[in-house]
């Protein structure tokens, strides 16, 4: 089994000391960090993405293997920057202001960070003036924005509209996702894309990136 397989499958685990171990190992043999990056740990988080959506495994799992996968990146991350792999995209993530609940949002980072995109996360009760200036601030492809209740998707609109207003439609997509939010409700508040779960989001994103 190639070391690549090895951090993959162990990602896939969970078994996140063992990645970060594999993954000095597999420096230390002189292989190229874009290459641990591409063929180890981002093969093992799009398994995990894949499985996720066909139900095959859960939020813990995907939880573990995100951690195995940061412990591994930690140690990747200088020897990225040195050798100037380019990110496949920026986006900032946040729930709506008035919204707490963040599971689901955290669960969608994780899985583009695992998909390679730089992700800003804003955290909670984020504002529309807040994910619009970080877009602005942070030359970001996309605003990602989550809500878990009906009392509070509308602010998604509302972010559709400051962006109109800041001038960035044009070059910045809109993603909205969440329990009670709909393919209908996308295209009603006039947003890009809307996606049903964190792996499918993290697909679309990189696609909406590629295409910009
Ligand atoms: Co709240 N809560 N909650 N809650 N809570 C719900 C959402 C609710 C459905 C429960 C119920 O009544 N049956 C209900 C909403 C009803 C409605 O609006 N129609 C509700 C309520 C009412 C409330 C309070 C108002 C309760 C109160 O205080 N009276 C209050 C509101 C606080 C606030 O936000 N201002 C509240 C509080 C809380 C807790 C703090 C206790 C806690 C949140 C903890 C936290 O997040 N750190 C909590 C929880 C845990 C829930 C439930 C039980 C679980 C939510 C969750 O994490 N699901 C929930 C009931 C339920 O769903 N069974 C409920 C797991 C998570 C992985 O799923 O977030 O949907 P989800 O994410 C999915 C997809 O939606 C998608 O990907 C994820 C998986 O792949 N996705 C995206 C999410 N964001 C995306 C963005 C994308 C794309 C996909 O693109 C950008």
Known sequence: MSIYTEISESLQKGRAKIVK??????????????EILGEGLL???NSIGEKFKKNEVYVPEVLVAARAMNMGMEVLKPLLAEDGVASAGRVC?????GDLH??????VKMMMEGKGLEVIDLGVDVSPETFV?????????????????????????????QAEAA??????????????????????????????????????????????
């Open 43 to 45: 093969d093992g988080m």
């Open 102 to 107: 963040d599971i689901g949002k955290n669960l």
């Open 133 to 161: 200036q970080t877009a602005i601030e942070q030359d970001c492809d996309i605003i990602c924005c989550s809500a878990l209740l009906t009392t509070t998707m509308d602010v998604m609109g509302e972010v559709v509209k």
């Open 167 to 212: 001038g960035i439609r044009d070059r910045v997509k809109i993603m909205v996702g969440g329990a009670p939010v709909t393919d209908a409700f996308c295209k009603q508040i006039g947003a890009d894309k809307y996606t049903s779960d964190a792996a499918s989001a993290a697909d679309a994103a990189v696609e909406l990136c590629e295409n910009k």
């Open 93 to 97: 993530i946040g729930t709506v202001q």
């Open 21 to 34: 171990a594999l993954v000095e190992q597999a420096i230390a043999e002189g292989c190229p960090a874009a």
